[in-house]
T-cell receptor
């Protein structure tokens, strides 16, 4: 079955620096890759997503890149702010049938003021 | 954006009792909803896929008689934890996708279940 690995598990950066989180998926049929931000005690919130027909997508300070050949996708946050501190999860999904998501193990990001 | 509401947000119950958690899509119809379980500092583990009008599909290792799922309408799915025990204490999260093949999943705010 599909497996998604996520690194690093924890990441501390100084405010204003960039943060990069990487994920690797196993199922080559996966074609949708969302990223979620989860704050303590809350459900995940979608922050950006990318489909397999696109190599890069950007939304203000957040960008996602996808390398289908290597089965890698990454989240890039620039100009980090303390409110970016949270747990971030990547996920992979095969967009047919029931669109089941397989989540990565999560990255706890701390932005130090 | 689409809103998924989960209720209750927190619940404490006694060992041996059953607890029902509701997941509602407030402004869209959801043929498919998903139930996840999340232990502290861990990822979301898919428990089951809930399909409106049919039986839920459970992931390997999840007891269907323990975690009863009902998806009787296009806007409501319920998860009932039967005969709850302390090891069932966890954060339960639902998500929903729009009817008609949308790719995006919308997540509820989660339910913190504590069994004492």
């Amino acid at each position: 079955g599909e497996n998604v690995e996520q690194h690093p598990s924890t990441l501390s950066v100084q405010e204003g620096d960039s943060a990069v989180i990487k994920c690797t998926y196993s199922d080559s049929a996966s074609n949708y890759f969302p990223w979620y931000k989860q704050e303590l005690g809350k459900g995940p919130q979608l922050i950006i997503d990318i489909r397999s027909n696109v190599g890069e997508k950007k939304d203000q300070r957040i960008a996602v890149t996808l390398n289908k050949t290597a089965k890698h996708f990454s989240l890039h946050i620039t100009e980090t702010q303390p409110e970016d501190s949270a747990v971030y999860f990547c996920a992979a999904s095969i967009q047919s049938g029931t669109y089941k998501y397989i989540f990565g193990t999560g990255t706890r990001l701390k932005v130090l003021a | 954006g689409a809103v998924v509401s989960q209720h209750p947000s927190r619940v404490i119950c006694k060992s041996g009792t059953s607890v029902k958690i509701e997941c509602r899509s407030l402004d869209f119809q959801a043929t498919t909803m998903f139930w996840y379980r999340q232990f502290p500092k861990q990822s979301l583990m898919l428990m089951a896929t809930s399909n409106e009008g049919s039986k839920a599909t459970y992931e390997q290792g999840v007891e269907k008689d323990k975690f009863l799922i009902n998806h009787a309408s296009l806007t409501l799915s319920t998860l009932t934890v039967t005969s709850a025990h302390p090891e069932d204490s966890s954060f339960y999260i639902c998500s929903a996708t729009r009817t008609g093949g949308s790719t995006e999943a919308f997540f509820g705010q989660g339910t913190r279940l504590t069994v004492v």
